[in-house]
């Protein structure tokens, strides 16, 4: 089955300082979701991307869609506590359907 | 104005019980999910539904048994309640019909099985 590689498993920061995750994939996916779960809530989708090589924004949050197609980076500038969460990458491949592969998450914890 | 809601927040049971959960979305999505989040955080696939079609059946025990009245409403349902049945479910929803899946999530129910 598809497999979803996300790194690192966990991030400890400083305040203000810039922070990278990242996913790889066994396959081909043709959507890369980034989503971030705050403590006892649901995961809220954060940055969508649909094609090779696409970079998005939201606010402090940058992702790509790598060229491959088979991997996707999450940059978040200048962290604030409030970032403070898991960030899950979630990918969609032609033949899944409406299934979405899961990353295991990344942790993060910023440090004011 | 909630999206996706469920009841309830949270689920405290004995083992051997039946409980259900109840999922909701005001989207107008045609496609909704039951995940599982285990003490790793790691969200595994249980159902989904598309217009009230079941289209995803992951090897989940036949004790849990979803059931989609109508395209806005998942339930799920879960008889003879074990230890290990302890974890979080999510409910998601999205609109299938396009190519790309976007899911979009509930609050989540925190089952505790004594």
């Known amino acids: 089955g598809q497999q979803l590689n996300q790194s690192p498993q966990s991030m400890f920061i400083q305040e203000g300082e810039d922070v990278s995750m990242n996913c790889t994939s066994s396959?081909?996916?043709?959507?890369w979701l980034w989503y971030k779960q705050e403590p006892g809530e649901g995961p809220v989708l954060l940055i969508a991307?649909?094609?090779?090589?696409e970079l998005t924004s939201n606010g402090r949050l940058t992702a790509q869609f790598g060229i491959t197609r088979k991997d996707s980076f999450l940059n978040i500038s200048a962290s604030i506590p409030s970032d403070v969460g898991i960030y899950f990458c979630?990918?969609?491949?032609?033949?899944?359907?409406?299934?979405?592969?899961f990353g295991e998450g990344t942790q993060l914890t910023v440090n004011p | 104005d909630t999206a996706v809601s469920q009841t309830p927040k949270y689920l405290v049971t004995q083992m051997g019980n039946d409980k259900s959960i109840k999922c909701e979305q005001n989207l107008g999505h045609d496609t909704m999910y039951w995940y599982k989040q285990d003490s790793k955080k790691f969200l595994k696939i249980m159902f989904s539904y598309n217009n009230k079609e079941l289209i995803i059946n992951e090897t989940v025990p036949n004790r849990f048994s979803p059931k989609s009245p109508d395209k806005a409403h998942l339930n799920l349902h879960i008889n003879s309640l074990e230890l290990g049945d302890s974890a979080v479910y999510f409910c998601?929803?999205?609109?299938?019909?396009?190519?790309?899946?976007?899911?979009?999530f509930g609050p989540g129910t925190r089952l505790t099985v004594l």
């Open positions: 396959s081909i996916f043709n959507t």
């Open positions: 998601a929803s999205s609109q299938a019909r396009r190519r790309h899946n976007e899911q979009f």
């Open positions: 979630a990918g969609q491949s032609e033949t899944s359907g409406s299934r979405l592969t």
């Open positions: 991307l649909y094609k090779a090589g």
